[in-house]
């Protein structure tokens, strides 16, 4: 696997970067500016949603859209770094508002039938992931404005997981986390621990001032909530995969912890939205849209 060329790393191309962490689901959205011009991307933007009262709120993606109106930007694209199991994506909303192609990794069609069973829903079988207006390739270069960009398969979290690496800065998705924190579970339908640590190599094997920001903060006791390393630090001090941890000893431990973590809290609502790039399912004859639960499934 990997054996294409990847496009090179522009280190002299330094993207603006604001981070929005959200608490409830510990996930940093990201707004992605091109210092020469007003063309931004989006990426992993969050809708909020109470489970209980089955209950959406849109806090978390008016912050974007108030940030982005604010400074004038014109929103080229919408990425989902994968289809998220802990919150549901707010990529809809946003491009109603800001505009941008939704546009996510093209194994997106695999998650799909894995869990087009899982939840019976005949469009997620047929695997064509129309509601996305773009599915990137490995290695498949776009524009920000000015920028150059380029999209990097990093399976191994879910098939479709892909890093983006814009100038100087890598969007990892969920791969690696900070350092003190380690690396994505690779347990989900579809995941894999060993093709987790050969994506993991592929991202470390970018220069070594490449910027890093990650997709989930899970703070240690006292730490404050925090997103952005570098690929030098990640290959020093990262307690999961620094250089020198074999592969063979990142699967035991990668495995062995993920049989001790429970499901995400939201991986039933999200999974069967994100999907279908964060659109419910059509309303009911009565008006209303509704979610699935498979019971004794997952
Ligand atoms: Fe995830």
């Known amino acids: 696997m990997h054996t294409i060329e990847l496009p090179r790393v522009d280190l002299s191309v330094k993207p603006e970067v604001t981070g929005f962490y959200d608490p ?22 969050v809708l909020d949603y109470d489970a209980a009262a089955g209950r959406t709120h849109t806090d978390s993606a008016d912050r974007l859209v108030e940030h982005v109106r604010g400074q004038g930007l014109k929103v080229d694209w919408i990425i989902e770094t994968h289809a998220h199991a802990d919150h549901l994506s707010a990529a809809p909303y946003i491009k109603e508002r800001l505009g941008g192609k939704i546009a996510i990794g093209r194994p997106i069609t ?13 469009r997620a079988l047929a695997g064509k992931a129309e509601e996305f207006d ?5 290695g498949e270069e776009y524009r920000i404005g000015s920028m150059r960009a380029f999209a990097l398969h990093t399976p191994g979290h879910t098939p479709a997981c892909m890093t983006h690496v814009i100038g100087d800065a890598a969007f990892v998705g969920d791969t690696i986390f900070m350092p003190d924190v380690g690396t994505a579970r690779a347990d989900f339908p579809g995941g894999d621990a060993r093709t987790l640590y050969r ?10 001032e490449t910027r890093i920001f990650v997709c989930h903060d899970y703070p240690p006791k ?47 609502p999200s999974i069967q939205v994100n999907i279908h790039a964060g659109r419910f399912p059509e309303p009911e004859d009565n008006g209303v849209r509704y979610l699935k639960v498979p019971i004794n499934v997952l």
């Open 24 to 45: 409830q689901t510990a996930t940093i959205s990201y707004v992605v500016k091109d210092p020469e011009s007003d063309h931004c991307a989006i990426i992993d933007p």
């Open 110 to 122: 695999t998650v799909q039938k894995v869990f087009g069973k899982v939840f019976n829903d005949p």
């Open 134 to 138: 773009h599915l990137f390739t490995d």
């Open 199 to 208: 994506s993991i190599r592929r991202i470390l094997s970018l220069p070594e």
């Open 222 to 268: 006292g730490r404050a909530p925090a997103w952005e390393t570098t690929v030098g630090e990640q290959r020093r001090k990262n307690i999961h995969v620094r250089d020198g941890i074999s592969e063979e000893d990142f699967v035991k431990m990668r495995t062995a912890r993920d049989a001790t973590l429970s499901l995400p809290k939201l991986i039933i």
